[in-house]
């Protein structure tokens, strides 16, 4: 079962603006995983967020982390045609060590040049 | 350093035959998971070893089986294949649990 949903499901924008994409879940978590995947390809870990953070940056790329709300968010600064992909979030349901990521459905991204 | 390695890329097989997906995890790795994705649509967990041991399975009917080698590389076997098997096969390995490491996957075809 979908534990993640991101919102939107899919998002258009210029090179140079900020994409914003939303992930809700609904069990408590250890933690919060952002992941990448190119057309047809496997995913890319991006960043990760433990359940105690509330937000964390990795280069041009910005996670929050809400608890109380069960959402993160990833921000995409100064975006760029390469950053086209689908955005997946994952979450490791607590306590740990028993059960595996859970992925959402993801957000497609298209960054227009 | 190797990344994970997943074979075939791509397989072809008839409705009601087997399908065997190999995945080789990153040296030092214990823990293989697999993942089915059809097309246009999320990851599904289909099975997580480590050490050797099915450590949990996703919601598939057991027709979707495997198992996890001594070094441990891992298999994914479907028998008596049905269209709607057909999807992209995802492996990915971790060793603490914390940000998994992807393969390429294996695109399964059914006709």
């Known amino acids: 079962s979908q534990q993640g949903e991101e919102d939107p499901q899919a998002l258009s924008i210029q090179e140079g603006e900020n994409a914003t994409m939303n992930c809700s879940y609904k069990t408590s978590i250890n933690n919060l995983q952002w992941y990448r995947q190119n057309s047809g390809r496997g995913l890319v870990h991006l960043i990760l967020?433990?359940?105690?953070?509330r937000e964390k940056h990795s280069g041009r790329l910005r996670v929050t982390l809400d608890t109380s709300k069960k959402s993160s968010s990833l921000l995409i600064t100064a975006s760029r045609a390469a950053d086209t992909a689908s955005y997946f979030c994952?979450?490791?349901?607590?306590?740990?060590?028993?059960?595996?990521?859970?992925f959402g459905k993801g957000t497609r991204l298209s960054v227009i040049a | 350093e190797a990344g994970v390695t997943q074979s075939p890329t791509h397989l072809i097989k008839t409705r009601g035959q087997q399908a065997t997906l190999r995945c080789s995890p990153i040296?030092?790795?214990?823990?293989v998971y697999w993942y089915q994705q059809a097309l246009g649509l999320g990851l599904q967990f289909l099975l997580w070893?480590?050490?050797?041991?099915?450590?949990n399975r996703g919601n598939f009917p057991p027709r979707f089986s495997g198992r996890q080698f001594p070094n441990y590389s891992s298999e994914l076997n479907v028998n008596a294949l049905e269209l709607e098997d057909s999807a992209l096969y995802l492996c990915a390995s971790s060793f603490s649990g914390d940000g998994y490491t992807f393969g390429s996957g294996t695109r399964l075809t059914v006709v």
């Open positions: 994952a979450t490791d349901r607590a306590p740990s060590g028993n059960t595996p990521l859970v």
């Open positions: 040296s030092g790795h214990t823990s």
């Open positions: 967020i433990r359940s105690n953070e």
């Open positions: 070893y480590d050490e050797g041991e099915e450590r």
